[in-house]
């Protein structure tokens, strides 16, 4: 039984520190299986029409305007940002307690007196200081900049198109993963079918890497382990 759980313990660990290289599956999306094939139709042109029919009219926009249509957004995200704070506080405080002195009498009366508060006029004083000054700046400035293709998932009931993708690239063993979502309206969508991330409502964008160089920057499972459990 101890081989056993030896031989399981050390499993885990090894399946854990085992490195697993980024892929890419080639197979199409979903919506792609689920889409019938377009058929080819003959459509007899209109005669004496300039704009005629089919699939490549004279005169068409080219801008999306059905479900599964593309568009083309143009990702430009700078992000600025300067915050400096100062602050400084000041306080001083005095306190100064006696016990109380009797007065009066003469002779040995007025002795007494004088040995009585000798003992009892017991003097209590203090002095505190507190002083704090601090001061902190932080500047920061990202820049993101790329082309992805969206494919309109749904027309709103207002006109406005929710547009999804995606795009992964594979480079010398490191995955590049790109996506983002948001709601475009479509007379912002320019006459070459482009949009500006700007004009994403609710916009939503994911960049990130993975590969041995993601790997190198990350701390690995047990450390983050230790220092979530450690209270010290």
Same mark, same amino acid.
């Given at each position: 039984?101890?081989?056993?759980?030896?031989?399981?313990?050390?499993?885990?660990?090894?399946?854990?520190?085992?490195?697993?290289?980024?892929?890419?599956?080639?197979?199409?999306?979903?919506?792609?299986?689920?889409?019938?094939?377009?058929?080819?139709?003959n459509v007899a042109s209109a005669p004496g029409s300039l704009f005629g029919r089919?699939?490549?009219?004279?005169?068409?926009?080219?801008?999306?305007?059905?479900?599964?249509?593309?568009?083309?957004?143009?990702?430009?995200?700078? #992000?600025?940002? +300067?915050?400096?704070?100062?602050? *400084?506080?000041? &306080?001083? $405080?005095?306190?100064?307690?006696? %016990?109380?002195?009797? #007065?009066?009498? +003469?002779?040995?009366?007025?002795? *007494?007196?004088? &040995?009585? $508060?000798?003992?009892?006029?017991? %003097?209590?004083?203090?002095?505190?200081? +507190?002083?704090?000054?601090g001061a902190g700046s932080q500047s920061r400035k990202e820049s993101f900049s790329?082309?992805?293709?969206?494919?309109?998932?749904?027309?709103?009931?207002?006109?406005?198109?929710?547009?999804?993708?995606?795009?992964?690239?594979?480079?010398?063993?490191?995955?590049?993963?790109?996506?983002?979502?948001?709601?475009?309206?479509?007379?912002?969508?320019?006459?070459?079918?482009?949009i500006d991330s700007r004009y994403i409502a609710d916009a939503k964008i994911l960049?990130?890497?993975?590969?041995?160089?993601?790997?190198?920057?990350?701390?690995?499972?047990?450390?983050?382990?230790?220092?979530?459990?450690?209270?010290?």
């Amino acid at each position: 039984m101890k081989k056993v759980s030896y031989c399981a313990l050390a499993f885990v660990f090894l399946g854990c520190s085992a490195a697993v290289d980024p892929e890419i599956s080639m197979k199409p999306p979903a919506y792609v299986e689920e889409l019938a094939p377009k058929q080819s139709h003959n459509v007899a042109s209109a005669p004496g029409s300039l704009f005629g029919r089919g699939d490549n009219p004279l005169f068409s926009d080219k801008k999306a305007m059905n479900v599964n249509d593309l568009v083309t957004v143009i990702i430009q995200e700078n #992000t600025t940002q +300067s915050t400096q704070a100062n602050k *400084a506080t000041n &306080r001083t $405080n005095t306190a100064n307690l006696g %016990g109380g002195a009797l #007065t009066g009498g +003469s002779g040995i009366v007025k002795s *007494a007196i004088d &040995r009585v $508060n000798a003992y009892s006029n017991v %003097g209590f004083q203090t002095n505190s200081t +507190s002083n704090y000054q601090g001061a902190g700046s932080q500047s920061r400035k990202e820049s993101f900049s790329t082309t992805i293709s969206t494919r309109v998932i749904k027309i709103l009931s207002n006109g406005n198109y929710f547009i999804e993708g995606s795009r992964e690239l594979l480079i010398n063993g490191e995955k590049q993963i790109i996506q983002l979502s948001g709601v475009i309206r479509p007379y912002d969508i320019g006459q070459d079918n482009t949009i500006d991330s700007r004009y994403i409502a609710d916009a939503k964008i994911l960049y990130k890497t993975e590969g041995e160089v993601d790997k190198s920057t990350r701390k690995p499972w047990g450390t983050k382990v230790l220092e979530t459990i450690w209270p010290f």
